[in-house]
């Protein structure tokens, strides 16, 4: 199922962080436009908890967060936004990501940064 990307305040993004603390985050650059977070481990999988985009300033784009497992790509969730600082995914249902699979990130916009929060299964 698809689940919007969606819009929120710096404030508002600041307390969903910190309601996600069971987890494990990693922050990365969007300089690329494109961010690939892979299960590297075998024996070992993982779900995302929340995707969170944070950018420079106020703008206008897409985002889009896809899962990519035995070479299928799945769009989770995909947005046009305007006018905003930043954004947030939490998927609607578990996805596990198991050895090989990949959470690919997607921003038109790459002057910010994305936070991946991850529960491990």
Known sequence: MRRGILALSAAVLLL????LAGGFS???SLAAGTVVVSNSQANSSWAPVAVMFGYAEA???TAEVRRVSQGMTLVLASC???NVSSLVWVPDCSYSFGYGDELVIVSSVTSGFVQVTRRGD
Do not use: D, L, M
């Open 59 to 61: 703008c206008t784009g």
């Open 26 to 28: 990693h922050t990365y």
């Open 16 to 19: 969903a962080a910190a309601g």
């Open 80 to 82: 046009s936004f305007t």
